[in-house]
């Protein structure tokens, strides 16, 4: 560790402090001299050890060191905690820097220093004066012990960090809270005001006491309505304020205006004043206005502050808060008394209503029977007056029976509703009543021209009716039926079912929509736009039954089908149990329909044809008007909001919701209704609203259900929620509290209650919202990707970067792991295994980098590269990780790509052939793009395309030899020869069979070539494949070129050596073998030739020019050209040698050579040669005996003095005889003499020397091959002289000696240096013959004749070999007409004879047959 | 199945020559290779193989027209695999073309073998089977 800094501090924070350079340059300015520690260069190797790593640390933390506890920090201390005592605090004793906390964690340390033991505290409270003033504020930290270099402590650590935003934060949100969860109806201003009161008094930190006053209605006079933690009448709290006090307490004129006042409470004006949870009282009070929308304010606020915290804009926010909880609650309060009022109005209305309709309906009847009875007696009287009289009288007739009829409803409402219905219930035959009933109708309903069935059987137990009663029911609902109904049917039917007596009355009328069903028998309801006989209507008739059955303690239902029709149900128990006994008569008289019946029946036929007309017809009615509170024009503006609050209802009563929507839209809030608790859960996810309001009871999800899933999720939970529900109590508000709910309501409550309660749940969320909304702003507006995860790997949150990365939607969230866009486990375990280890590592080491490859939900594959990072959750429970991702797809395939083609590159350049070099590509390329098939075409000249491809394609056990392009099926030649004439580069995309998908490509611009890859069904080819695959096909292309190129030149020049080089087809007999010593040329200085001359004489030369490779193969080729010209002229070896040597010496290169030139004569059996310095030919017999043709040697070409002449010698060739001529390279070694390799080479050849001739020109090859190869041109010619004729006996009567006949033959004809193939024919001829002998020369000879003997003779000659087979017995003859036999019959053998030989004859006779075969030996 | 033919028993009746002649001690039998014939049964799919191998002629072609017949018992397609034949001549033919009628026959041949397209086309072989001929 350099310690120079130490000499000069002015350099820096260089050195032992060098970690953080801010905090290391003061530290080293301080004198430490005068501290204990001394000059840090004497520091221990601790000290300093524990000082870099404070100094390094991002973590906030302070150490103390020594006996004085010598204080350092590092910057995140000085930034978070330290404050104005900064860099004061550097050096200095612990005590000094801390001398105001030192109480509390004095102790702390020396427990430390003393145990060695760490310490813990969590959040603890510590006035810290860093500030310039006594500050509250929370701490979490750890005392560790620091030991000098001998373990002994001399020192403590701090790691700290500080709690004070959340401590004050939760504490101040629970007081909110606190305040918006009053779970009971309030009821009164003062109700509400003392609640309140009840939980600020919870918060004595933030509010020491408060005090709320409220404005009088004439003006500026004040009562004070409510105090916490200061008792009324204290100076500070004056039970009144007088309204033209000039010099107030508090500042009424500037709070009267709305505005807010920070009031010095340091004055004697306020006398001692409450502490609250504080040991010195407050010294200021924010005094805030209790704001009434549309008026002056209510009262205010005064609330007194903590002054241990500095007023900002938390604490005013805070404040601000309260007040708009107290004035709303004010609100309501105040509202809910005028609705409470108004109610009690109405109730008083509607009991005088029902009092002067009892009354006035009672009054009516007497002079409307002072009418009618008159007017009976009159149309009695004046029956046979002027008919205008009558019917003058009729009307007044009609009309006086409906005013009598309407009051008895009237009257008979007005009875129900004052409980004074007298009903006298008697036994009685219900399905008679009722048929008589019915009857009265039936002329009327005749006359409309509907059916009328009655269907009233008798039942077997009365029913107790009240006789009138029962006679408005019926009555009123035929004559219902009658006035909706034009066709069809009205009727009427009694049944006994399940222990009651059910009467229905159905029509096939207009019927009722459903929407009205609900309101079928609501008093005074009448349905809007109906057609009918009649207009006319009070819209009670239904509601007046309905009230009748219920007396009767019966029900009574409707269904109806608009358009066809309606029925109703009545059902009325029997029996008079459910009545009450007083109203219980015995049966009376007889069943008579009352007069009662007459005003129905009167008007029914009034409305139908044929009948007077008063009035009505089936114009437009009056509309219903709907009761509703509220109205749904002019949404009244709230103040100072920019757009209305969001408000989610969620109630599956559709009456509810309408009203629910009706009474918030007329408040100006935006509302959206949904049925349940799904729908609502999916509409918050979708877009949160800035509240919820829901019913309890709901199908699928209900409150609490949807309360509890809403706070389940991170991004939803602070989305408030106001329950309504019909149970009241404590319990089930205490219920839905718990589950989360911000607020509950119990069914019924006044709109007034539910508006203030709505806003007060806006206001709170909106203050909750506005540091997650900023928050979330922030992150949206980054630029990378970015999300939070918890522990497990779920993704709470994500910015809509993020999200349009992987392509999913924020409805989405959270999403849990493994997030969808992870690569699947099952089709890319890799990827997943990746993945899977990327969050392990992330997880253990609590963040980290990493690459993971997604798969975006449209399907393609992208690269994220990510930072995460781990950071405690808001909770303080589990850990969360903040992490960043950037698409670095495009960077990651261009480095895949180069490395792809870097290989590609490399593993072309290893291949050797132009189709090794495809097959090569071909796997290359399918492991690139992940290809199922590549195949490749190369054209020549016609249509038949060279196919090779990877992987190869699929031998099928039908076909051994597969044809070329087999297995490369139809789509992928097509796309082959599609592509192979487009522009070189060009990529095209086609479909494969089976729903494959096809990529193929041009291999040049020629349309010689093309590639093509398949890739398996489903997976899409995208675009990054389509471009890998063009960069590996366009470099395979240049590649390829090159190589044709150069296996063009290659095929030239090997054309070329071929050219000077030997014959490539020798006579029959001879074999060579050619080893240049410089590959790759195929040609060297060394030759042989074979020069068939004329008379069946054969010219044979070795040669060797001096050198090798291409000079020595370009003299080469001129000496051989120049040899086989002069051997055709020249009369012997000797001759042509001479020739050559004028040749040689006008070549440049050629002086020198060596040459051996031999002339065979096989019919005379004879070879002549002659050598120029060549080594000597090796000639074996056939008995294996060798020797050199050693003489006429001389020396090499163009060498030879002026006046020497060149000989020749003869040597006899003995039948089978071996010839070998050959160059030096063969034979010489460097470590050994020549002769001992012309020996070795001789002692090869003699032990074959019965051999076919190539087979001795391979052992002789390798035998002679030196361990490191042949260093220099070798050259091999061997010739085989015919050998002897061949002759065999064996017995014909054992087949088995045909194997030995063939075993002779096959060994002579090798000898005879016969080619393998005539070899194979001649023997298959001989064995033909053989056989016949054997099954035919022995049939139906005697038995005691001389034994058959099969001979075989064989002789070759230079160009044709003949064979005899002989037997001594019978000859079969072959069939007269020497016509091919039927396939599969027998008698191929004299067939394949002629087939396989050039000449056969046959020559039967009585001895015995000899069938002679000749085969012309191919030159 | 594998059947070693043995060249001192003829698989052919015995000459009605009478007793069997005394062999030259030079004849005695020599060079020729052991035949070999292999039936391998076949599969739904896959034809029935006989393979033969070494010289086929007199003394063993009833051999391997016993073999071929097993196969052509057992499977509707055999193939007959002579690349490792050495000699056979039109009685091993013979042999082939009664194996073709009853069963659809592939012959797989040696293109340097005995068996060479000339006899398959003279004797019209190679119309009632297919041939396969291997490099």
């Known amino acids: 560790m350099a310690l120079a800094a130490d000499a000069e501090p002015a350099s820096g924070a260089t050195g032992l402090f060098a970690a953080d350079e801010e905090v290391g340059r003061d530290l080293a300015t301080v004198n430490w001299s005068a501290t204990p520690l001394g000059l840090p260069a004497s520091w221990p190797q601790s000290l300093q050890t524990a000082v870099d790593i404070l100094l390094s640390s991002r973590f906030s933390m302070w150490m103390a060191w020594g006996a004085q506890l010598t204080f350092f920090c590092n910057a995140a201390y000085r930034r978070h905690t330290l404050g104005r005592k900064y860099p004061w605090a550097l050096g200095r004793a612990a005590s000094e820097v801390w001398a105001e906390i030192w109480d509390d964690i004095g102790p702390r340390i020396d427990t430390v220093l003393a145990t060695g033991k760490a310490t813990w505290d969590e959040a603890l409270l510590l006035f810290l004066e860093r500030s310039g003033y006594p500050e509250e504020s929370y701490h979490t930290f750890s005392y560790s012990p620091l030991r000098d270099d001998a373990g002994t402590v001399v020192g403590m650590l701090c790691v700290v960090s500080e709690d004070t935003e959340r401590v ?5 949100m629970a007081t909110l809270r606190d305040l918006g969860s009053d779970p009971s109806v309030v009821r009164t201003e003062q109700e509400t005001l003392d609640f309140a009161g009840r939980q600020l008094d919870r918060n004595r930190r933030d509010l020491p006491f408060t005090l709320t006053y409220l404005f009088a209605d004439d003006g500026a006079a004040a009562r004070l309505a409510g105090s916490t933690g200061i008792a009324a009448g204290h100076p500070a709290a004056p039970v009144a304020l007088a309204a033209d006090d000039p010099d107030p307490l508090w500042p009424v004129a500037a709070l009267l205006r709305g505005e807010s006042a920070v009031v010095s409470l340091v ?23 209790l704001t009434r929308h549309g008026g002056p304010p209510y009262g205010f606020l005064v609330a007194a502050l903590n002054r241990y915290r500095p007023l900002d804009e938390g604490y005013r926010a805070f404040v601000g808060l309260l007040t708009g909880h107290l004035a709303a609650g004010i609100a309501s309060a105040r509202s809910y008394q005028d609705q409470q009022r108004r109610a009690e109005e109405l109730a008083e209305l509607d009991r005088a ?44 007739s009609r009309n006086g029976l409906r005013l009598g009829k309407l009051a008895n409803m009237l009257l008979d409402f007005s009875r129900i509703e004052a409980g004074r219905m007298q009903a006298s219930y008697e036994p009685a035959d219900i399905a008679q009543v009722t048929a008589e009933l019915a009857s009265v109708f039936r002329s009327a309903v005749d006359r409309a021209g509907l059916a009328f069935k009655v269907d009233c059987p008798p039942l077997a137990e009365p029913v107790y009716l009240d006789r009138g009663m029962w006679e408005k029911v019926v009555l009123n609902l035929l004559s219902n039926a009658l006035k909706f109904t034009f066709d069809g049917f009205i009727h009427i039917a009694v049944r006994a079912d399940g222990g009651q007596a059910v009467v229905m009355i159905a029509d096939t009328g207009i019927g009722v929509p459903a929407r009205e069903m609900p309101r079928l028998f609501e008093r005074f309801h009448r349905i809007a736009n109906t057609r009918s006989r009649s207009n006319e209507g009070s819209g009670i008739g239904l509601a007046l039954v309905q009230e009748l059955i219920q007396l009767h303690g019966g029900t009574i239902a409707a269904s109806s089908t608009e358009g066809a029709g309606t029925t109703f149900t009545i059902r009325l128990p029997f029996g008079p149990a459910h009545l009450p006994a007083g109203a219980l008569v015995p049966a009376g008289h007889a069943a008579t329909v009352s007069a009662s019946a007459d005003p129905f029946v009167q008007e029914a036929l009034r409305w139908l044809p044929g009948t007077a007309q008063d009035g009505g017809g089936t114009g437009a009615r009056s509309v219903h008007e709907e009761i509703t509170p509220g109205n749904d024009t002019g949404p009244p503006a709230q103040a100072g909001r920019a757009l209305p609050a969001r408000v989610l209802v969620a109630d599956d009563n559709a009456d509810m919701r309408e009203y629910l929507a009706r009474l918030l839209r007329s408040a100006g809030y935006r509302v959206t209704t949904v049925t349940d608790g799904q729908a609502a859960l999916d509409a918050v996810r979708a877009d949160a609203p800035d509240l919820v ?15 509890a899933a809403l706070r389940a999720d991170a991004r939803t939970a602070a989305v408030p929620v106001l329950l309504l529900s019909a149970r009241a109590g404590q319990e089930a508000s205490i219920e839905g509290l718990r589950a989360g709910a911000d607020d509950y309501l119990v069914k019924p409550f006044s709109a007034a209650e539910l508006l203030a309660r709505a806003r007060a749940s806006v206001e709170l969320a909106r203050f909750r919202n506005r540091e997650s909304q900023f928050r979330r702003t922030l992150i949206d507006s980054l630029q990378e990707g970015f999300f939070l995860t918890d522990q497990e790997g779920t993704i709470l949150e994500a910015n809509q970067a993020f999200l349009a990365l992987v392509g999913y939607s924020a409805d989405g969230l959270p999403f849990r792991w493994p997030h969808p866009w992870l690569p699947d486990p099952g089709t890319d375990p890799d990827g997943w295994t990746a993945t899977a280890r ?64 870097a290989g590609f590159a490399a593993a072309l350049a290893a291949a050797g052939e132009i189709s090794e070099m495809l097959t090569t590509a071909a796997r290359e390329i399918a492991a690139a793009v992940h290809a199922s098939q590549v195949t490749t075409a190369l054209w020549s000249s016609d249509d038949n395309p060279a196919v090779t491809g990877w992987p190869r394609p699929p031998r099928s056990s039908q076909s051994l030899r597969p044809a070329p392009g087999q297995g490369a099926s139809a789509a992928v030649t097509g796309a082959l020869d599609s592509v192979r004439r487009q522009p070189a580069a060009s990529v095209a ?29 489903g997976r899409p080819v995208g675009a990054e494949v389509r471009e890998l ?107 042509a040698l001479t020739d050559l040597d004028t040749f040689a010496s006008r070549i440049p290169g050629a002086e020198c050579t060596s040459v051996f030139c031999a002339i065979l004569d096989p019919a005379a059996g004879t070879v002549t040669y002659s050598s120029a310095g060549h080594p000597p030919p090796i000639l074996v017999t056939a008995a294996g005996d060798y020797r050199l043709l050693d003489q006429a040697r001389s020396l090499p070409l163009a060498m030879l003095p002026a006046d020497w002449r060149r000989s020749q010698a003869t040597a006899t060739l003995p039948p089978g005889a071996t010839l070998m001529l050959y160059t030096d390279g063969l034979v010489e070694r460097r470590s050994q003499p020549l002769d001992k390799g012309i020996d070795a080479a001789a002692v090869t050849v003699a032990g074959h020397a019965q051999d076919h001739p190539d087979d001795v020109a391979d052992y002789v090859m390798s035998a002679m091959t030196p361990a490191a190869g042949y260093e220099d041109d070798v050259a091999v010619l061997i010739y085989r002289h015919p050998p002897a004729p061949l002759t065999a006996q064996v017995p014909a009567d054992d087949p088995s000696c045909l194997a030995l006949l063939r075993a002779t033959l096959r060994q002579w004809l090798s000898a005879a240096g016969i080619g393998s193939r005539e070899a194979t024919d001649i023997m298959i001829a001989a064995g033909e013959a053989a056989a016949n002998s054997v099954e035919h020369a022995t049939a139906g000879r005697p038995a005691d004749a001389a034994p058959v003997q099969i001979t075989l003779t064989a002789s070759a000659a230079h160009t044709m070999v003949q064979l005899t087979v002989a037997d001594t017995g019978s000859w079969r003859s072959p069939p007269a007409d020497r016509e091919q036999p039927a396939p599969g019959t027998r008698g191929h053998g004299v067939i394949f004879m002629h087939a396989l030989m050039d000449d056969v004859t046959i020559d039967p006779s009585a001895h015995g047959t000899t069938v002679t075969l000749t085969k012309d030996l191919k030159p | 199945m594998t059947n070693d033919a043995t060249p001192t028993t003829p698989a052919t009746p015995a000459s009605p020559a009478g007793p069997a002649q005394h062999r030259p001690a030079s004849s005695a039998p020599a060079g020729s290779p052991q035949a070999r014939f292999e039936f391998l049964p076949g599969g739904e799919t896959e034809p029935a193989i006989v393979r033969a191998a070494g010289d086929i002629d007199l003394t063993n072609v009833g051999q391997f027209q016993a073999a071929l017949g097993e196969a052509a018992a057992a499977s509707s397609a055999i193939t ?56």
């Not at chain 1, 004050?168 to 101040?172: D, P």
């Not at chain 1, 009092?355 to 008159?374: A, D, K, Q, Y």
């Not at chain 1, 590592?841 to 690459?851: E, F, M, P, S, V």
């Not at chain 1, 008379?1095 to 040899?1123: E, N, T, Y």
């Open chain 1, 693 to 707: 309001i829901s019913d309890v009871m709901m199908p699928r999800l209900d409150g609490l259900g949807l309360v």
């Open chain 1, 168 to 172: 004050i934060g939760e504490r101040r």
């Open chain 1, 267 to 289: 004055s004697a004006r306020f006398s001692v004043l409450p502490a609250g949870a504080w040991s010195e009282p407050p010294v200021q009070a924010l005094v805030a206005p």
């Open chain 2, 80 to 135: 007959a695999d002579l690349t490792a034949v050495t000699y056979c001549d039109s009685a091993a033919i013979r042999a082939l073309f009664i194996a073709a009628r009853q069963a659809r026959l592939t012959i797989r041949v040696a293109a340097a073998g005995p068996i060479n397209e000339t006899l398959l086309r003279v004797s019209g072989l190679d119309q009632i089977a297919t041939v396969v001929t291997l490099d």
């Open chain 1, 353 to 396: 209503k029902t009092t002067f309709f009892s009354n006035i309906s009672h009054e009516f009847r007497t002079p409307l029977t002072l009418i009618m009875g008159p007017v009976q007696e009159l149309r009695r009287r004046l029956a046979d007056a002027d008919p205008e009289v009558r019917e003058e009288l009729e009307v007044i």
């Open chain 1, 1029 to 1135: 695959f063009s960069v590996l096909t366009s470099h395979l292309a240049q590649v390829l070129a090159k190589a044709r190129d150069y296996e063009q030149t290659r095929a030239v020049a090997l054309t070329l050596q071929h050219a000077i080089l030997a014959p490539t087809e020798l006579p029959h007999g001879f074999a060579a073998r050619y080893t240049p010593a410089v590959p790759p040329l195929e040609v060297g200085g060394d030759w042989y030739d074979v020069i068939p001359l004329p008379g069946q004489r054969i010219g044979i030369v070795a040669g060797d020019c001096v050198g090798r490779g291409l000079p020595a193969a370009a003299v080469m080729g001129q000496l051989r050209s120049a040899s086989q010209a002069v051997l055709l002229r020249a009369p012997g070896p000797a001759e």
């Open chain 1, 838 to 901: 990327a969050f392990d590592d992330y997880k253990r080491h609590g963040g980290g980098r990493y690459t993971i490859q997604v798969r975006h939900r449209d399907g393609h594959v992208i690269w994220l590269a990510c930072s995460s990072a781990s950071l405690p959750s808001p909770d303080g429970g589990s850990r969360l990780f903040v992490g960043t991702a950037r698409d670095v797809t495009a960077e990651r395939l261009a480095a895949q790509r180069e490395a792809t083609l």
């Open chain 1, 989 to 1017: 995309v086609l479909p494969g069979d089976g729903g494959t998908s096809l990529l193929a490509a041009p291999l040049d611009g020629t349309g010689s070539s093309a590639i093509a890859a398949e890739f398996p069904a």
